[in-house]
């Protein structure tokens, strides 16, 4: 008897432990089949899943022209460079600095966000030779620092990738060697452990000749939480749902698309809204020229959670926004253009 019990109570320990319900596989596009038991048991989740978050930018005050050259000024006794810009134009809230030294020197800010892109010119290193002192990547947050625009929260700033600027040269047609110009270090932004993608939270920093800052892109805001609903967010057949139908509106006369992944992360559209959204990549497989071979283009976009999301996704938007340290997850694919899916037909490529 005592065995008997013992064998009934293994049983229900192991029914115990089988999830029930429906979960849907977003990487791998496709539905899990519910599982089969012997009766349902409510039970708690083993583990809690992280709260969703959205964030909302701080207000500042509208950065005038006095603000933008202090703002300059400091910039440039950072880098330890005195660059001249003397014109200014005003471009529909964004304050255009250049230089009569060098036309690729250039400060613009926005107004409204704070958002720059600084270059001080590349005249300097247009001769040939690799540049003398370049710095290891380590150096660039030393360099945000001198500059005052270090993140207040420095756990927040993370390094998303570290690579740089070269120069080809050659003679007669034949190559002569490639020369390191510039190390380019771009961070990226860690909020609540998730990965914050889009064209803000981002800060892209270019360091040259003894480790002196050639230029900044600097598109961050300082940010508050805001709690979301379960009744904002999509369940799950509706996420699967909208995933499904941008990629046919992406992948048009495709003849075969397979998800790579599905990830869930923040996307930050650089105008003062972060938002949770699911990040789908895939590959889309179009007949060959005269019908020989398939040929593989990459497609990407977001799918937010929320029912009625606040932040502008690029499928929202034509593809003449732009802002200063764009995503380079999402590229405008000229050849998916040729069956319809670009123009008026507004898509998640830029």
């Not at 596009?29 to 039970?43: G, H, T």
């Not at 083993?46 to 703002?71: D, F, G, H």
């Amino acid at each position: 008897m005592k065995k008997m019990i013992t064998i009934v109570t293994l049983l229900f320990m192991a029914l115990f432990l089988v999830p029930c319900g429906t979960n849907v596989l977003l990487s791998q596009n496709k539905v899990l089949q519910p599982q089969k038991i012997l009766r349902p048991i409510q039970v708690k989740p083993l583990v809690m899943k992280q709260r969703v978050m959205a964030y909302e930018a701080l207000p500042i005050e509208r950065i005038t022209q006095k603000n933008a050259r202090e703002s300059l000024a400091r910039l440039s006794s950072a880098s330890s460079l005195d660059l001249k810009f003397q014109k200014v134009r005003n471009r529909k809230g964004r304050l255009l600095f250049t230089s009569g030294g060098d036309p690729s020197a250039v400060f613009d800010i926005d107004q409204k966000t704070g958002s720059f892109l600084l270059n001080y010119g590349l005249k300097k290193y247009a001769k040939k030779g690799t540049t003398k002192g370049l710095p290891a990547n380590a150096q660039a947050r030393k360099h945000l620092a001198g500059t005052g625009y270090l993140p207040k929260n420095e756990r927040e700033l993370v390094v998303a990738h570290v690579g740089g600027l070269n120069m080809a040269a050659a003679k007669d047609g034949r190559p002569m060697g490639t020369y390191k110009k510039l190390v380019t270090v771009e961070f990226s932004r860690v909020l609540n452990g998730m990965q914050v993608q889009g064209p803000g939270s981002r800060i892209i920093v270019h360091l040259g000749e003894n480790g002196t800052m050639a230029g900044m892109i600097r598109n961050w805001s300082e940010v508050k939480a805001v709690g979301i609903s379960a009744s904002e967010l999509k369940n799950d057949a509706a996420l699967e749902e909208e995933k499904q139908e941008r990629l046919r509106k992406l992948a048009g006369e495709a003849r075969d698309v397979r998800v790579q992944k599905s990830k869930q992360v923040l996307y930050d559209d650089g105008m003062g809204r972060i938002e949770p959204a699911v990040h789908v990549v895939a590959e889309a497989f179009y007949e060959g020229p005269g019908n020989e071979g398939m040929v593989q283009i990459p497609v990407d976009f977001y799918v937010p959670l929320l029912k009625q999301p606040k932040a502008l996704f690029p499928y929202m938007k034509s593809f003449e926004v732009k802002n200063p340290g764009g995503d380079k997850r999402q590229k405008t694919i000229k050849s998916l253009q040729r069956i319809g899916v670009g123009g008026k037909d507004r898509t998640d490529m830029k």
